[in-house]
């Protein structure tokens, strides 16, 4: 393996993109979910990156979902009209969201309280337009969300309907399967999502209440689930690029890992066994997703500029603009040379965290020999 | 106390900064380096702000240390000329370092390496224009640099001046500091700072070598240095807006911290005795900087939109758009109400991670009354 010749270029610290893997990664759950007949709106906080949304949308403007209205003005304005707001909507945001419907985007809200379904409510009929909610359900205690035995799910519904707002259906996410190791594992979260979400629009329904939408996902569990049955959409959002805490989990190998920070050695401490490099926190994030997992690879594990990883190398420890490597603790290999001026990538623990701390994406491409790309990718709210 | 009207208009998270604070801080930290006879080269890596160093540095262009060639280039452009680059050198940025310095501005690099020395030695010649360095002194064996009795000192000197480069002098950073508690504590690493500089300055003049600058700094030390013979100018950059982890070793008071993260309540889970709200990582930053203090302040403290602190009141968990907020283990405060749509104000435990997560700062102005300021603020390499 060669670097590409371009990396030599780049300042570091760089955010590099393996666009073959990427590919790939985008392909796999493609393919799942065809098998499940599922259809599937990715989750674009990630990525945050029209260029990225392009391969990740069906038809390059399929739908999406979000965390924030940033995200969702940018990929509307890029083309994509049918957009999942996906955190608990502020009542405050509401005027911008009628804004964005009456310019033509579908976008939908969520929700989980009679104070948000009152709000939205209101904020229909002063725009003469009703606004569409997905109510959040809870199926792992992981944050919001109603259980679907809650008295309140159908009250909110109602007063919804009755205050001329849309209600377009449920929707949870199992962010406790991030913890679970092995598809075995997933799978049972994944089960907690759908019969979640599948109790919760049946009492939706029994009530003579319209429950269109029933939306789950994770990246463990769109990976994981193997019956879907009642579910009309799958969500999730790092199966794009993966990171550590996926292979971690074992969602994902490490080579699938589409992500890395490009490096330079700035000094070392031999008598230490340090080697330091110009990524820190500010490239790498302070993102310790491994931390509670069997494997910890402190804030990353270190790569030559090939990508080839280099045994049992991790960075150990980071400071703003500097990050210190060294071996893995109980690791018998040897400290490789890597002289000032080396090139090396970090694989990140945590791609959406890593990610946000750059604007943009090199894009080493699935063309031997082709030049590098600029992918922007934007942050903000 | 009354919230700022514009308060209200501003979208959630957005970061908020206490000007009366911030030039308090300024103000502190100037008439103690005044008091004891030596400059200050604030660093900037905190503000990443041109407004903000308009303050912070003398003559609002006065001497300034960064941690990327991008700060040089920002803060360059508005003026600023004499600039410490404190991040050991790459080799493959000397090319840019030329070119800034051609442009006029007085950039000085740092090192700690032969290799470095002698590829600053070798940009000087084919730029037919010497490059300054410090060499960077160890004092606590935090990260870089070289013990002052290195042998190495002098021939990295020797090998800068001989091979056409500047010699400018030697710094050091006491990063131990940040977990010394209490000023005597830290007046132990102030003197450690100045202690191994200046060691390392008398040995390269008693080998006839030049060293007009001795450079040390970090706020803990900048704060309880008491003597500083020797020392040409010290260098500090988060007393500027100080932060929960500086008011966790005794260096400032919680009312002294110039940041905060305004949010908003979406959402309850009142069984669990928690309150949702629209800021997490992604505003927060992952930083948990107090996690090894005696007080840990979780992902921050929590204010009502006045700025006042909300009794026990943390954020426990942060996912990336979603933080919880709950009372402090062994709390027994009554967890307030907050409805939904409430706004609150964080105070982050690291000042410079925090900031680095958003685009501008809005700013309180210190006139009552007065309208709200935007000053905008950059990232990137």
């Known amino acids: 393996m060669t670097a590409h010749p371009q990396l030599a270029d780049l300042p570091t610290p760089s955010l590099l993109l393996d666009e073959s893997r990427m590919l790939a990664n985008i392909e796999r759950l493609r393919g799942r979910m065809a098998g499940l007949g599922v259809g599937l709106r990715p989750h674009l906080k990630t990525a945050k990156s029209v260029d990225v949304a392009r391969h990740l949308l069906d038809g390059g403007n399929g739908p999406a979902t979000v965390s924030t209205l940033r995200e969702a003005e940018v990929f509307f304005e890029a083309g994509v009209t049918d957009i999942l707001y ?36 209101a904020a229909s009929r002063e725009a003469g337009a009703p606004i569409p909610a997905l109510i959040e359900i809870d199926c792992d205690g992981h944050r919001g969300g109603l259980e679907p035995n809650d008295g309140k799910l159908v009250e909110i519904a109602r007063r919804l309907v009755e205050g001329g707002a849309t209600l377009r259906g449920v929707m949870t996410h199992a962010g406790e399967s991030y913890g679970a190791v092995g598809m075995e594992a997933q799978a049972v979260f994944a089960e907690r999502e759908r019969a979640a979400v599948v109790a919760a629009a049946a009492r939706l329904r029994e009530t003579g209440l319209p429950c269109p939408v029933v939306s789950v996902g994770s990246t463990p569990t769109a990976h994981a689930a193997s019956d879907l049955t009642g579910v009309t959409e799958m969500r999730a959002g790092v199966y794009v690029f993966f990171d550590l805490v996926m292979a971690g989990i074992g969602v994902c190998r490490v080579e699938d890992i589409a992500l890395s920070v490009l490096t330079t050695v700035i000094g070392h401490k031999r008598e230490r066994g340090w080697i330091l490099i110009d990524a820190g926190w500010m490239a790498l994030s302070r993102d310790r997703g491994t931390a509670a997992q069997a494997v910890d690879q402190g804030y990353g594990l270190v790569c030559d500029e090939t990508g080839r990883i280099l045994d049992d190398l991790l960075v150990v420890t980071v400071n703003q603009e500097h990050g210190i490597v060294a071996l893995r603790k109980g690791s018998r290999a040897a400290l490789p040379a890597l002289p000032v001026g080396t090139r090396l990538r970090i694989v990140p623990n945590h791609a959406c965290a890593t990610a946000g701390q750059f604007d943009a994406y090199h894009v080493l491409p699935k063309e031997a020999g082709a030049p590098l790309r600029r992918w922007a990718r934007f942050g903000g709210w």
């Open 86 to 121: 996906a955190v608990g909507i502020a009542p405050q945001k509401l005027r911008q969201v009628s804004k964005m419907r009456a310019a033509g985007c579908d976008l939908t809200v969520l929700l989980d309280t009679i104070e948000q379904a009152d709000a939205v409510a």
